[in-house]
């Protein structure tokens, strides 16, 4: 019996479980205990359409989770989305009165409207869920749920200030975008920590720090139309294509150096008559080769690791459409709105420090954060400051998302939701 005894506790010593307290254990075990039934729900919510403009599946989504918050003892209800054009969000409240107040982040639509021929999940082997949504993010919704639940079932939920918001409307955000983002913005108020629960880069070794932030920008340009034989002349100048390919060849040189700053044209029209139809993100352009250019419209995306960074960039693409060629005119705009930067931070990576910690102990291993070049615009960029600290990336390992291919790896359901709920725990005791 001795000679058992010392190979469990040499188990327990290799996998960190040595450093996990009596109430932590708990919390393992009533996760442990709802594994199953999560795995079930995430089939369910996957088989459920939430295409971002399938304002019923949407909220068909959400009622669902509703109802799972409110078993756990949580004020839960959707919120209309109306006022920004989309279904709505889901916001789960619970006011403790231990420790941080902590705000937890996730998103019930998917990129797969109803004409997606990407609609049910199958399982590619026992722990391979390929299916709709299912890294991006439903099985981060399930986690939030998991995590929660193993709170609940230690006695240690109704401590704690937790809010939690799952917007609708993550994968195509709705306008005006400072209502669309309300919710956030709002909780992040109130919240001293926020905790997103993206899918990261898809490994479970690392999360999220610091986020780019993504905008829009506009070039147009004019030149003069004439025949093609007066092209270079004083009185015709270049033409507006020529002055639009400077202006771009220019970006690139100038800035392509810069670490974590991208900006990509995305669409370029040009010729004798341009029309871009924003609604369609395309449009018309008519021209003949000998005529030359008059108009050139170029719309792209800038992304951004802080907004000192993309001011730096802005005033350098400024600067640069300002020295026209002969005969040219060209004038650049940036949306004002789009998703800020969340910047890292020393709380950020003291969080990392404390979640790195929970894992390791956990016997999962170290934790590192994701490259920003790795990580898109998210919803967790709207609590960039206003709150101490900040991570994402919580969610469920996959692949391929976005794609007919989308997976997720179910073995990482309870490790991702221990993991969270030990972060959690560990923060109402600092």
């Given at each position: 019996m001795r000679s058992i005894a010392l190979v469990l506790l040499l188990f327990l010593f290799i996998n960190g479980y040595s450093q996990v307290s009596k109430v932590e254990s708990k919390i393992m075990k009533a996760i442990d205990?709802?594994?199953?039934?999560?795995?079930?729900?995430?089939?369910?919510?996957v088989n459920m359409n939430s295409g971002t403009m399938n304002f019923e599946g949407v909220k068909q989504v959400g009622n669902v989770l509703v109802e799972e918050f409110k078993k756990i003892g949580m004020d839960a209800k959707m919120v209309p989305g109306d006022a920004f054009g989309r279904a709505g969000h889901l916001i789960a409240t619970n006011n403790g009165s231990k420790g941080p107040k902590i705000m937890m982040i996730g998103h019930l639509d998917t990129v797969f409207e109803p004409s997606s021929p990407f609609q049910e999940y199958t399982m590619i082997n026992d722990s391979i869920m390929k299916a709709p949504g299912v890294a991006d993010m439903k099985g981060g919704d399930v986690i939030i749920l998991l995590a929660l639940k193993g709170l609940k079932e230690a006695g240690l939920l109704d401590k704690m200030t937790i809010e939690v918001v799952m917007t609708g409307d993550e994968e195509r955000?709705?306008?005006?975008?400072?209502?669309?983002?309300?919710?956030l913005t709002d909780?992040?108020?109130?919240?001293?920590?926020?905790?997103?629960?993206?899918n990261a880069d898809g490994k479970p070794k690392t999360i999220v720090t610091s986020r780019r932030g993504s905008s829009g920008w506009e070039l147009k340009v004019e030149g003069n139309a004439a025949h093609s034989s007066q092209i270079f002349t004083d009185k015709v100048g270049v033409g507006a294509i020529y002055e639009a390919s400077r202006i771009l060849n220019s970006f690139y040189k100038?800035?392509?150096?810069e670490e974590n700053l991208t900006f990509n044209p995305g669409t370029i029209l040009?010729?004798?008559?341009v029309e871009h139809d924003d609604s369609k993100s395309g449009g018309t352009a008519y021209g003949k080769t000998n005529v030359v250019a008059q108009d050139v419209i170029v719309k792209g995306d800038i992304r951004a690791v802080s907004l000192e960074q993309l001011d730096k960039a802005q005033r350098i693409m400024t600067e640069i459409v300002s020295k026209n060629y002969p005969g040219t005119k060209a004038t650049l705009t940036f949306d004002p709105g789009g998703y800020p930067p969340l910047a890292v931070t020393e709380g950020n990576e003291q969080l990392l420090k404390i979640y790195d910690e929970v894992s390791r102990n956990l016997g999962y291993g170290?934790?590192?954060?994701?490259?920003?070049?790795?990580?898109?615009?998210?919803?967790?960029?709207?609590?960039?400051?206003?709150?101490?600290?900040?991570?994402?990336g919580l969610g469920l390992s996959g692949a391929d998302d976005h794609t007919i291919n989308e997976t997720g790896n179910l073995n990482m359901l309870p490790v991702q939701a221990k993991r969270a709920a030990l972060l959690m725990y560990r923060l109402t005791k600092k």
């Amino acid at each position: 019996m001795r000679s058992i005894a010392l190979v469990l506790l040499l188990f327990l010593f290799i996998n960190g479980y040595s450093q996990v307290s009596k109430v932590e254990s708990k919390i393992m075990k009533a996760i442990d205990a709802n594994e199953a039934a999560s795995v079930e729900l995430l089939k369910k919510l996957v088989n459920m359409n939430s295409g971002t403009m399938n304002f019923e599946g949407v909220k068909q989504v959400g009622n669902v989770l509703v109802e799972e918050f409110k078993k756990i003892g949580m004020d839960a209800k959707m919120v209309p989305g109306d006022a920004f054009g989309r279904a709505g969000h889901l916001i789960a409240t619970n006011n403790g009165s231990k420790g941080p107040k902590i705000m937890m982040i996730g998103h019930l639509d998917t990129v797969f409207e109803p004409s997606s021929p990407f609609q049910e999940y199958t399982m590619i082997n026992d722990s391979i869920m390929k299916a709709p949504g299912v890294a991006d993010m439903k099985g981060g919704d399930v986690i939030i749920l998991l995590a929660l639940k193993g709170l609940k079932e230690a006695g240690l939920l109704d401590k704690m200030t937790i809010e939690v918001v799952m917007t609708g409307d993550e994968e195509r955000s709705g306008a005006p975008l400072e209502l669309s983002k309300k919710a956030l913005t709002d909780a992040a108020d109130r919240a001293d920590i926020a905790l997103g629960f993206e899918n990261a880069d898809g490994k479970p070794k690392t999360i999220v720090t610091s986020r780019r932030g993504s905008s829009g920008w506009e070039l147009k340009v004019e030149g003069n139309a004439a025949h093609s034989s007066q092209i270079f002349t004083d009185k015709v100048g270049v033409g507006a294509i020529y002055e639009a390919s400077r202006i771009l060849n220019s970006f690139y040189k100038e800035l392509s150096t810069e670490e974590n700053l991208t900006f990509n044209p995305g669409t370029i029209l040009g010729g004798t008559a341009v029309e871009h139809d924003d609604s369609k993100s395309g449009g018309t352009a008519y021209g003949k080769t000998n005529v030359v250019a008059q108009d050139v419209i170029v719309k792209g995306d800038i992304r951004a690791v802080s907004l000192e960074q993309l001011d730096k960039a802005q005033r350098i693409m400024t600067e640069i459409v300002s020295k026209n060629y002969p005969g040219t005119k060209a004038t650049l705009t940036f949306d004002p709105g789009g998703y800020p930067p969340l910047a890292v931070t020393e709380g950020n990576e003291q969080l990392l420090k404390i979640y790195d910690e929970v894992s390791r102990n956990l016997g999962y291993g170290s934790v590192t954060a994701v490259n920003p070049r790795n990580a898109g615009a998210a919803d967790v960029s709207f609590t960039a400051g206003l709150v101490d600290m900040a991570v994402d990336g919580l969610g469920l390992s996959g692949a391929d998302d976005h794609t007919i291919n989308e997976t997720g790896n179910l073995n990482m359901l309870p490790v991702q939701a221990k993991r969270a709920a030990l972060l959690m725990y560990r923060l109402t005791k600092k």
